[in-house]
């Protein structure tokens, strides 16, 4: 990885714990984020995931339109590292432990592939 993109992932990595921190206190049954890009195309590479506990939390979470608040301040924690993404509803991704492994057995690097 080049100077460069460490440098993004960095500030990246950086946003998406502040949200992660805010989503814990903030949206019932949310329990972590990751992300993944190709820095050659970086930020439209950009792909976030949000992970809930279970399906029903996330369907509870869609039914009080968390998922809109989460993409909403995932959009605002990322510009203010000066990463600017134009439509994150291409870019944020929602996903549940329970989904997991009752079809990847746990395996989230199998999830992810």
């Known amino acids: 990885m080049k100077k460069a993109d460490k440098k993004i992932e960095n500030s990246a990595r ?12 903030e949206v019932a049954g949310f329990k972590w984020i990751t992300h993944f890009a190709n820095y050659s195309s970086f930020p439209s590479s950009l792909s976030v995931v949000c992970v809930f506990d279970t399906n029903s939390d996330l369907s509870n979470a869609y039914d009080a339109h968390k998922d809109d608040f989460l993409r909403n301040l995932i959009k605002e924690k990322l510009s203010t590292v000066g990463i600017h993404i134009k439509n994150i509803r291409q870019h944020v991704n929602f996903d549940t432990e329970e989904a997991c492994e009752n079809e990847n057995g746990g395996k989230w690097h199998e999830r992810f592939k």
């Not at 946003?15 to 206190?25: G, H, T």
Request: proline share 0%; charged share 35%; glycine share 0%.
């Open 14 to 25: 950086k946003a998406l714990i502040e949200v992660c921190e805010l989503a814990l206190d």
